[in-house]
């Protein structure tokens, strides 16, 4: 591959996926020792560890879950993030919260900090949502799995984030009481969660 079809490669790859992993572009044909090389040049910025964009790609809150999808392709970002994403906490947690099976893989990453929580059968797999973040495909459990998700780890989180996440989904999107009753179900935290959504006016 010549140097101009090697840059010209990597800008139409970036350009499809938003954000890739060394490993991707190695895939491709393009390797490690090449993108320190266009790094230097300016043609790449490395946004994160092992990770790369184009110069001037606009960050925006929602870009560290993309770049936490690409370092963790299985997890589904879920709890704190999730709220975020769904705009149902006034909480910005400074790391990305991400859902992964028991016995997955885990990522090790210094940027963006990844909080992990194992999850398990319908609970990982029900209410998973792709949205697109930059060229980038992120998981992200739905608003009502969140919500239920967010009572049944309150031990984490605390039970204030989650009757607070309980209230602004009643309030913003009346109606999902059907959605919300199944993923408490999923969750087992139905008997949980119904003292606090009684007291919802």
């Known amino acids: 591959m010549t140097p101009s079809s090697s840059i010209d490669r990597v800008r139409l790859l970036l350009q499809e996926a938003g954000i890739l992993r060394s490993s991707e572009f190695e895939r491709h044909g393009i ?3 090449e993108l320190r090389r ?19 790609v606009v960050l925006t809150e929602r870009h560290s879950l993309a770049e936490a999808c690409r370092r963790a392709p299985g ?11 769904h705009e149902l906490t006034t909480q910005n947690p400074f790391e990305v919260w991400m859902a992964i099976e028991s016995r997955a893989w885990r990522p090790k990453s210094a940027s963006p900090r990844l909080r992990l929580v194992h999850f398990s059968g319908p609970s ?3 209410g998973v949502e792709e949205h697109e973040v930059g060229g980038v495909m992120v998981r992200v459990y739905s608003a009502a799995k969140t919500v239920a998700d967010c009572f049944k780890f309150r031990n984490k989180i605390g039970v204030d984030v989650a009757v607070e996440a309980l209230k602004d989904y009643s309030r913003r999107r009346r109606g999902g009481g059907d959605e919300l ?6 969750c087992r935290v139905s008997r949980v969660m119904q003292p606090y959504l009684d007291a919802i006016p």
């Not at 490395?46 to 790369?52: D, I, P, Q, V």
């Not at 009753?181 to 999923?186: K, S």
């Open 31 to 33: 390797s490690r020792t």
């Open 38 to 56: 266009l790094c230097e040049r300016g043609v790449i910025e490395r946004t994160a560890r092992g990770l790369y964009a184009l110069p001037g």
């Open 75 to 85: 997890g589904v970002i879920c709890l704190l993030s999730a709220l975020r994403f």
């Open 124 to 126: 990982f797999r029900e």
């Open 181 to 186: 009753a199944r993923f408490a179900r999923i």
